[in-house]
């Protein structure tokens, strides 16, 4: 079965997108195709959103809800309290009759298990065993702290998300043996399927799974509503900041300190400067993978208008009440450490990684970010893993092609010149030097190519360049007498009106007579062959011999002197 995130790799090819979004950098470069490493991912979702052409895949589980309806008796729905933005405008009554009319037994609102989370939060801050606790709700930061924080998965609060408290008060209250379909905004919650539920889907299959059922909207009862009852303060976790305010409601300690942070970038370098024994009073940290919270989730249709969506979900999120019986459960939850270990390398080896991309100096390595790295010796340590291809690097390939470029230039047999709008030579090879003679040699002791000198002060048919240059010409060929030579001159547009070639030949060259001669023969061939062939019944024999003769002259010719 393939992973929660996977690429389609016919479809990623030669962008590196994902990996300059990644957060970790999880990703792969095989053969140009971006591959996500399962083992470094934490399931953010990120490469999701921002593959332009959506190779990036989240696993469809909708065919496994539908098997699982028809293979159990019971099955429940956990609604993710983000419904409140990705249905705006549709009746929580409506939308339950929809799900029911799916084949469910019911549905609840995963948020009441946050509402348990939250009472048990609070309790851990009032017993103040750990100056800080980390909010374990959102499974992205979980597996970013066991994989790349190691030292900070003490600091997670052991309790379970409200996901799987949610599961444990489904199970009291309908029994072990019922299936449980978590419908949200979230991937990494497909991970979680493994231990207290059994199918995770997103808000983007929900829609898919109504369009393909032919849902008659209009026949439903509406009267339908949550089972376990609907919940109140926990409907605010979607958004940042949210989860505190349910832990408030729960009387946690006066003088805790209060923070939160959405998207992994963010997190990060909280994490990075967190200091555990900085804090001489409670501090809770509430963190959200995405940014703004869950309302812009991977699994939504639209991302985007936090704001409309904070206040979606404020305003529409029924208040806690003055006082509410806990569920009794035991909501216990351990982390554990599962560092990705970030090697190392010493700068004889960053060195070598970096010399087979043509940087061999300090100065050559732009840190332009093409790659999807920051700075070039991430990069090259990414190559050293074979995470990356050298063809990544843009000044990598633009090198190599201006490389083949010159190379192709300097070895042909005609006089090549390349000048921009104002007639400076960009590039030049050694054979138009020596068909110009004269002024050109001379520059060209201090300059081979002839670069940055202006084409005007090197040969006197200038004015040729500047129409063509002005006229955008596509090709234009002409002979020119210049120092007793017939000089056939070529001019061609690279960039209109910008980027000027001109190839050069001197006809007036034996070897080149010789070419002509044979291209006059042929043509001579081509145009009479008809005709003798129309009349060879006057001519007999002669129709052959003129051919044979013909012939004679372009091999006589074609021979190396």
């Known amino acids: 079965m393939n992973k929660p995130i996977y690429t389609e790799k016919t479809e990623c090819q030669d962008c590196y997108k994902c990996v300059r979004e990644c957060p970790v950098k999880a990703i792969r470069v095989i053969e140009g195709s971006a591959q996500v490493m399962s083992d470094a991912c934490i399931l953010c979702g990120r490469c999701t959103e921002v593959c332009p052409v959506g190779a990036k895949k989240i696993r469809d589980d909708l065919g496994e809800a539908i ?165 109140e303060e926990g409907g605010l976790y979607p958004i940042d900041g949210g989860m505190i305010e349910g832990i408030k409601f729960y009387d946690a300690p006066a003088n805790t300190l209060f923070m939160a942070f959405s998207g992994v ?78 090697k190392s390398y010493s700068k004889a080896e960053i060195a070598a990684a970096l010399l087979k991309i043509g940087k061999k100096r300090h100065e050559d390595e732009l840190n332009c970010g093409g790659c999807g790295y920051d700075t070039c010796k991430e990069f090259a340590a990414a190559l050293i893993e074979e995470k990356a291809e050298p063809a990544m690097c843009v000044s990598y390939l633009r090198k190599l092609a201006q490389n083949k470029a010159a190379a192709l230039i300097k070895a042909m047999p005609s006089g090549v010149v390349i000048v921009d709008e104002n007639l400076k030579i960009i590039e030049s090879n050694r054979r138009f030097i020596e068909i110009i003679g004269g002024d050109a040699s001379i520059v060209s002791e201090a300059d081979p190519d002839l670069e940055g000198a202006y084409l005007e002060r090197i040969i006197d048919f200038h004015e040729l360049f500047a129409k063509a240059i002005k006229e955008g010409t596509e090709v234009q060929i002409q002979d ?70 013909l012939s004679s002259i372009v091999k006589s010719f074609g021979k190396k002197e």
Request: charged share 20%.
């Open 480 to 549: 020119i007498r210049q120092n007793g030579k017939i000089i056939r001159l070529t001019l061609f547009s690279i960039q209109k009106h910008q980027v000027l070639g001109g190839i050069l030949q001197d006809i007036t060259e034996p070897v080149i007579q010789r070419e002509q001669i044979i291209e006059k023969a042929n043509e001579v061939m081509r145009k009479n062959l008809s005709t003798v062939q129309q009349i060879a019944f006057l001519l007999g024999e002669n129709a052959a011999d003129s051919e044979v003769l």
């Open 67 to 231: 098997e699982l309806l028809k293979r159990k008796e019971r099955v429940y729905v956990s609604l993710a309290p983000t419904f409140r933005t990705e249905f705006n405008g549709l009746d929580s009554n409506k939308l339950v009759a929809a799900l029911n009319s799916l084949g469910f037994a019911g549905v609840s609102e995963t948020a009441l298990g946050a509402q348990e989370v939250s009472a048990s939060c609070a309790q851990l801050l009032a017993e103040g065993s750990n100056p800080l606790l980390i909010s374990s709700a959102c499974p992205s930061v979980v597996h970013l702290i066991e994989q790349y924080y190691p030292h900070l998965v003490p600091q997670i609060s052991p309790v379970d998300s409200p996901l799987q408290a949610h599961c444990k008060m489904l199970k009291k209250a309908f029994g072990d043996d019922i299936g449980i379909v978590f419908i949200g905004p979230c991937v990494a919650k497909k991970n979680e399927a493994e231990h207290s539920f059994d199918v995770a889907l997103t808000f983007t299959d929900l829609r898919r799974w109504f369009n393909i059922s032919n849902l008659d909207w209009s026949s439903l009862n509406y009267q339908q509503d949550f089972i376990l009852g609907a919940a």
């Open 265 to 342: 970038q963010e997190i990060v370098e909280a994490f990075d400067e967190l200091d555990v024994k900085s804090f001489d009073c409670p501090v809770f940290v509430e963190v959200l993978a995405c940014i703004g919270g869950c309302v812009n989730g991977p699994g939504v249709s639209k991302r985007g208008s936090t704001v409309q969506k904070r206040f979606r979900i404020q305003s529409q999120t029924p208040p806690a009440p003055l006082q509410r019986e806990q569920v009794s459960l035991n909501l216990t939850k351990q982390f554990h450490q599962r560092e990705i270990i970030k």
